[in-house]
């Protein structure tokens, strides 16, 4: 992670060396389009005439930090969404979060055991099977013909809180348990948890914001996404490789003909504000695309994450030279 105010001066230093001349640097906190028009052939600059200067276009996604990543967590950015309360949200990880609440319910929720006739069974609440319950607009409906046995008949029970339906699981299903050692007790039911894989359920209703910025290519993948160990990391991934595909083809489309240098760097910025005392904001830098004046698309080249930190600290934030 490099310090966000020590990240912009080394990325010009490294841009100085790569022959910029004056470059006019371009941010985009959580979309891309506006990045892009901007940078696309025949685009305009400040005083309305060809755009001709040299660009830095970085492509920033802004992450909540989570001390526990790389194990299953809360929901993401909780304390900052508790302080700065509800709304448009800001991030990627902001956008998953009802949906995140809705798998947690149906992990906790729908049970696997056996029956008195010793059937593997699974019980789901019932507005789980028909995805009315939208809860912020989202809806998580099982999907039933890959768990239950072909031509299956739910049987429904009340209690005083929720309607529940039985079901028998299918062959394939049971498989798939016994390869993950799951392991069935006569008369005792557990939460599916873990076992609730994302091709076994999608969401239906309207996103509760549809026009936020990180909803299409998030949006596509939540069962997914909700299912990772860390969604917010990968909702935000997958909003950053987006972006920056979309930068790179506006590379490619500039042609020969450009005689403009652009570079895209795409990164997280990790907030630690999350944390009592913590104030501070880090870049971590993930892959970026250079385009040389002159040269088309065989001639863009990319830096991978390895080599674009090596890259970035070669060259201090003060001085002219490498460290």
């Known amino acids: 992670m490099i310090p966000a105010y020590d990240f912009l001066p080394r990325l010009k230093k490294l841009c100085f060396s790569l022959g910029f001349n004056d470059p006019v640097v371009t941010r985009s906190g959580e979309t891309a389009k506006n990045m892009a028009d901007h940078l696309a052939p025949g685009s305009r600059g400040p005083d309305d005439g060809k755009d001709e200067h040299d660009h830095i276009a970085i492509l920033a996604a802004t992450i909540p930090y989570e001390q526990n990543w790389g194990a299953y967590i809360g929901l993401p950015g909780q304390q900052i969404r508790l302080s700065s309360g509800t709304g448009m949200p800001a991030t990627p990880a902001d956008f998953i979060a009802p949906y995140i609440r809705q798998y947690r319910f149906a992990q906790e929720h729908i049970r696997l055991g056996c029956d008195s006739a010793g059937r593997p069974v699974i019980i789901v609440p019932d507005f789980l099977v028909s995805g009315k319950d939208t809860t912020a ?15 299956e008949t739910s049987q429904r029970t009340s209690s005083t809180a929720r309607s529940l339906v039985t079901l028998t699981l299918a062959a394939h299903f049971r498989q798939t348990l016994k390869d993950k050692n799951f ?15 994302p091709e ?76 009592r005392g913590r104030k501070e904001r880090y870049f971590v830098p993930w892959q970026a695309c250079w385009k040389r004046h002159g040269y088309c698309y065989g001639n863009i080249y990319p830096l991978l994450q390895d080599d674009l930190f090596v890259a970035l600290m070669n060259f201090n934030r003060m001085g002219s030279g490498a460290e």
Do not use: Y
């Not at 607009?137 to 031509?151: D, F």
């Not at 392991?183 to 894989?197: A, C, K, M, R």
């Open 200 to 275: 076994l359920f999608s969401f239906t209703g309207e996103s509760w914001i549809t026009d936020s910025p990180a909803f299409p290519e998030v949006a596509a993948m939540m069962p997914w996404i909700v299912a990772h160990k860390t969604p917010h990391l990968a909702a935000t991934l997958v909003h950053l490789q987006t972006g920056f595909s979309g930068v790179c083809e506006t590379f490619a489309a500039t042609g020969p003909e450009d005689l403009r240098n652009l570079i895209c760097v795409a990164g997280l910025e990790i907030d630690m504000q999350g944390f």
């Open 183 to 197: 392991s069935w007790q006569s008369g005792i039911f557990s939460p599916i948890g873990e076992h609730l894989t």
């Open 137 to 151: 607009g989202v809806g998580l409906q099982v999907n039933v013909a890959r768990i239950a046995q072909p031509g």
